[in-house]
């Protein structure tokens, strides 16, 4: 027996199954944990197996274990954090597929990736489904996979399984970047599924799913790869969740911050006040606990997808590593103040890529935001050398780097 449900009291008879997995835009596992966060999911259940992933994580002050089973009304959701060890995982794939069927479930939606370039038309998506599967509602019309076409992972393990035994399943393959985790392809899956199972999101902010680790951020900051939203709809988001409302021709100051002593938030606070002595209309914007706005997962894909409502970015910070949050507004192109500490003129040379101050000296902040908005070519010109230096923080060239220093070690330095 490779898996085990713990507790084995759950009962699962008439529900049913939705599960995703990392594949192409790591579409299923973005999908489930999204539609357990919105949909306020009960965990009820985790799978133990002799092949689990030697991995664990938090969230919410608890641990968060690879398989775990979650319950919402008439839906189970099944969350794989990390895959089982390969080629094991073919086996614990059949396994749970059994599970599935003899624990007497309804019926199973599997959601993965189909690669983008595979599009011949306009629709988001592809529908497989088994024999056994009839389907209902807006499924009965769905775009069928082409033939030819093959699926590859868990998705198809159960699929097979599913077949072989007559038990009714469908697949969402939703159209996804091949290259990055796509929060639209996501969207795409949760729309469908909405509709079908009568449920309601918001799908403003989708790419928002708690990440386990800082790993997914820090892939897609060093990537460049974030699924921004536009000026317009990320200050409408704003907008709900802030405490105060921005106008169309209002000027944005931001940051994303918690209000933590070593974030400089109090000398921030002083230096908008001295900006907007000169420029009335503009407004002050802390996404972070203790800021002005409010939103779960502040330092997740949520906050780094509303940037572009800035006109400014600033980091008020006393002490820092290496900020994410400096990359990800390089990657909006946003014109940059912040304090010169830490790993911050690493990414930023003052007068090129932002305009770098002492901490702690509110009056030298307020003078380079207020340098940065009386000028907005040189805005721009900050904004645009911003996002090509980030470029050279990619993944790739991290790794060219960190082998080359590998080599040098080794004593064959090439």
């Not at 800082?214 to 709900?240: C, K, P, T, W, Y």
């Amino acid at each position: 027996m490779v898996l085990k449900i713990i507790p084995e009291s759950v009962g699962f008879k008439d529900y049913s199954l939705i599960t995703g997995f990392h594949g192409i835009g790591a579409t299923g596992y973005w999908t489930v944990k999204y539609l357990i966060q919105k949909l306020k999911a009960e965990r009820v259940a985790f799978i133990d197996s002799s092949i689990i992933a030697p991995i664990t994580s938090t969230e919410e002050g608890r641990i968060t274990t690879p398989y775990e089973l979650f319950r919402k009304d008439n839906l189970i959701l099944f969350k794989v954090e990390a895959p089982p060890y390969k080629p094991e995982d073919m086996v614990f794939f059949k396994e749970f597929a059994d599970f599935v069927i003899s624990a007497g479930f309804k019926e199973a939606a599997l959601i993965g990736g189909l690669d983008s370039r595979l599009r011949r038309d306009g629709s988001t998506f592809r529908l497989v489904k088994t024999s056994a599967y009839k389907a209902e509602k807006d499924l009965v019309n769905a775009p069928i996979l082409e033939e030819g076409q093959i699926i590859v992972g868990p998705v198809s393990v159960l699929l097979n399984q599913f077949e072989s035994y007559s038990f009714p399943a469908y697949s969402l393959l939703s159209y996804a970047s091949a290259e990055r985790v796509d929060p639209r392809a996501s969207a795409a899956a949760i729309t469908i599924l909405s509709k079908h199972y009568g449920f309601e999101i918001d799908l403003h902010i989708v790419g928002g799913a708690k990440a386990p680790t800082m790993a997914h951020r820090a892939r897609l900051a060093l990537a460049g790869e974030i699924d921004f939203l536009s000026r317009d709809e990320a200050r409408r988001v704003l907008n709900q969740y802030g405490e105060e409302k921005i106008a169309p021709d209002d000027i944005v100051i931001g940051t994303i911050a918690h209000n933590y002593k070593t974030k400089g938030l109090p000398n921030l606070r002083a230096a908008f006040s001295l900006v907007q002595k000169d420029f009335p209309k503009v407004k002050l914007c802390v996404i972070g606990k203790g800021g002005t706005v409010s939103i779960s997962d502040p330092d997740g894909d949520r906050a780094r997808r509303l940037l572009p409502a800035f006109d400014v970015y600033v980091s008020s910070s006393l002490k820092e590593g290496f900020p994410y949050t400096i990359l990800e507004a390089m990657t909006a192109g946003l014109p940059i103040a912040a304090t010169g500490v830490g790993g911050i003129p690493e990414a930023i040379t003052s007068d090129r890529e932002g305009l770098l101050v002492p901490p702690n000296d509110s009056g030298a902040l307020a003078g380079a935001i207020k340098q940065i908005l009386r000028d907005a070519v040189f805005a721009k010109t900050l904004g645009d050398s911003a996002r090509e230096r980030v470029k050279q923080f990619s993944l790739s060239q991290m790794i060219s780097k960190t082998e080359s220093v590998y080599r040098e070690l080794l004593g064959q330095s090439a």
